[in-house]
């Protein structure tokens, strides 16, 4: 295929998700539009799907409000928080100690400082999980108040670009909570002791969401595992989180399609990787439990075809043969390099499980990820996309499992 044909149909593929359908939250309807669409593109392409029906929890507000008198204050509902209509006395507090030492039963609490400075793992999630995080919810359920309001402020590290960031973003976990601005946060602190309003009109809607498989055989020893996930935050388009990661698999079932002399490949369209519980990512684990042995490698894309800078491949663990291979298709290719190692994606579940993988992605974001404000915000659309990079994330990639021999 020549190179200008497949600029344009991955710019078809990202403009279908991220444009037609947009924000692609699991469990929504434009998420299942999304997993439609890539299996009827893996299909067409001549390989054969599956698709793994996951229950999730779907999450919709409209709106919370935060009252002392007349004195309002602007409050977000968590994500995936329980809604409330509560009032009680606002307490506030700003370090774990603090917290274990103060009664908060039946209390609204305002967590600000130090306590509510990183983002909280969800309570479930099984690929990152801090003891002090589940220590601190562990306080917080023993302490039984009324709510939660966090004051945060931007810490792009844990929360990508959001500010301000829910700092519990947790489906699983049931004190209702909202969260603001540091600074409102500040304007609060004066009516600490009196009683506060809260409503928060947020629900949890039992729902469905699919991972989504392509295959050419049945072969599953030494297969190359290709992953990207669809889903996206809240509020995102997610083009670079990452409906150009979805538009380069897709694009790679194209390039390989009359592909017979290499490992088998299993194409991956992972649902839940920017949710609470990672669902696809769990129900993968479980189907591939003791089995991980027969991948030869994961090559997962997150990330990739921004606008600034090169395009990056982060290798991990890779056999010799591998690695040698990868640096063959970087000397080939002037528009990719190797990059340093990150873990915020879904590679990580196959380093947990002791696979080689390739992490593909962009330069800018590895470097900037500490303090760039695109990612889970509506500035990651399709305008900040270089298709020309994409491709070449495309064209790199099937280029490695070429050179791959067969044992
Ligand atoms: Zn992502």
């Not at 479930?124 to 023993?142: C, D, G, R």
């Not at 590679?347 to 974001?365: D, K």
Request: aromatic fraction near 8%; charge should be negative; proline fraction near 5%.
């Amino acid at each position: 295929m020549e190179k200008k044909a497949l600029i344009e149909k991955i710019k078809a593929h990202v403009h279908v998700l991220c444009s037609e359908i947009g924000e692609r939250r699991v469990g929504s309807e434009e998420n299942r539009k999304a997993t439609a669409y890539t299996k009827r593109v893996l299909e067409e392409s001549g390989w054969k799907t599956e698709s793994t029906e996951l229950s999730v929890m779907d999450w919709s507000t409209d709106g919370a409000t935060l009252t002392c008198g007349e004195q309002s204050f602007e409050v977000f509902s968590s994500e995936y928080s329980l809604g409330c209509s509560v009032q009680g006395e606002c307490i506030a507090i700003r370090t774990v100690e603090q917290l274990e030492q103060t009664n908060i039963q039946d209390k609204i609490v305002l967590l600000i400082g130090e306590i509510a400075s990183q983002q909280i793992a969800p309570k479930k999630f099984p690929f990152w999980n801090p003891t002090e995080h589940q220590h601190l919810i562990a306080v917080l359920e023993q302490g039984k108040p009324k709510a939660l309001i966090c004051a945060t402020e931007r810490n792009a590290e844990t929360a990508g670009g959001v500010y301000p960031f829910p700092l519990f973003e947790d489906g699983d976990f049931d004190i209702p909570s909202v969260y603001m601005k540091d600074t409102e946060g500040e304007k609060l602190l004066p009516y600490v002791g009196k009683t506060v309003k809260l409503v928060s009109k947020a629900r949890r809607i039992p729902s469905t969401a699919f991972n989504v498989t392509g295959k050419r055989n049945t072969q599953t020893k030494n297969r190359i595992v290709v992953t990207a996930h669809i889903d996206t935050k809240i509020g995102t388009p997610g083009a670079i989180d990452n409906g150009t990661g979805v538009a380069i698999v897709l694009a790679i079932a194209d390039l390989l399609k009359s592909n017979s002399s290499t490992y088998p490949i299993e194409l991956m369209i992972f649902n839940g990787e920017d949710y609470y519980a990672a669902p696809g990512q769990i129900r993968y684990v479980a189907q591939n439990a003791g089995h991980f042995d027969d991948i030869l490698l994961n090559i997962n894309i997150d990330g990739a075809g921004y606008k600034e800078g090169l395009s990056c491949f982060s290798p991990f663990e890779l056999p010799k043969n591998i690695f040698d291979l990868l640096q063959e298709v970087l000397l080939e290719n002037p528009n990719l390099v190797e990059g340093l190692p990150w873990y915020q994606g879904d590679h990580s579940l196959f380093l947990q499980n002791g696979c080689p993988a390739i992490a593909v992605s962009s330069e800018w974001f590895i470097k900037n990820m500490a303090n760039q404000e695109i990612t889970h915000t509506p500035k990651d659309n399709i305008r900040i996309v270089n298709f020309e990079q994409v491709a070449e994330c495309a064209l790199g990639i099937a280029s490695l499992i070429k050179k791959l021999p067969r044992s």
